[in-house]
């Protein structure tokens, strides 16, 4: 059964004190693999897509890379605005076609 | 360009009662997929049109629907109502080519009493 684990859960950082966020992946037929920020009440935002181990992608303090069984979300001198919680979601081939499996998230706090 | 729109953002609901929520697309995204997001099982899939087809599923009971109209709007229908389906219901729309591009809207959240 393909899943996505992410950890850690929770993550508390001071303002400017770096980090990385997990995503473990066990699936078949990875096509790709997704990063999204979700703020409380609202809708995941999307902010990342990585096809193939190595790949990496820049966008602002956040970086993502990809390795064949696991993804890294790495936050760079974070900031408050920053807080969310951040989720990663797996798209691979399915018998209806394809199959977006997300894994639970890590809620994010950055204080000043 | 104007963002995912979904329809009613809040609703409480007894136990037996259906419930239908309304989602519009980005102009021009013709795909539309609908999630369930609850603290303890995160977001599951629940189905995805496109065209007026449903074009993909999730492992939910039938009690849950879909239907997508010629202007690609969607709906989705909750019959029978159970407790355990208080959640947060997202929809997503992706542009042409590019399903795996997903933008969210604010979603509907639902409590069933």
């Known amino acids: 059964e393909d899943q996505v684990t992410q950890s850690p859960e929770a993550l508390r950082l001071q303002e400017g004190e770096s980090s990385s966020l997990n995503c473990s992946y066990t699936v078949s037929g990875l096509r790709g693999l997704f990063w999204y920020r979700q703020d409380p009440g609202k809708g995941p935002e999307f902010l990342f897509t990585?096809?193939?181990a190595g790949e990496e992608k820049e966008k602002e303090r956040l970086k993502a890379t990809l390795t064949k069984k696991e993804s890294f979300l790495h936050i760079t001198a974070p900031k408050p605005e920053d807080s969310a919680t951040y989720l990663c979601?797996?798209?691979?081939?399915?018998?209806?076609?394809?199959?977006?499996?997300f894994g639970k998230g890590t809620s994010l706090l950055v204080t000043p | 360009k104007a963002g995912v729109t979904q329809t009613p953002r809040y609703l409480i609901k007894t136990r037996g009662q259906q419930v239908t929520l309304s989602c519009s697309p980005i102009s021009g995204h013709r795909s539309v997929s609908w999630y369930q997001q609850t603290p303890g099982q995160g977001l599951q899939f629940l189905f995805e049109?496109?065209?007026?087809?449903?074009?993909n599923k999730g492992n939910f009971p039938g009690r849950f629907s879909g239907r997508q109209f010629s202007n690609s709007r969607s709906e989705m229908n909750v019959s029978t109502l159970e407790l355990g389906d208080s959640a947060l219901y997202l929809c997503?729309?992706?542009?042409?080519?590019?399903?795996?591009?997903?933008?969210f809207g604010p979603g509907t959240r639902l409590l069933v009493l």
């Open positions: 997503a729309s992706s542009p042409p080519g590019a399903v795996e591009t997903q933008y």
């Open positions: 049109y496109f065209s007026e087809t449903q074009r």
């Open positions: 990585l096809y193939s």
């Open positions: 979601a797996a798209l691979t081939n399915s018998n209806s076609g394809y199959a977006l499996n």
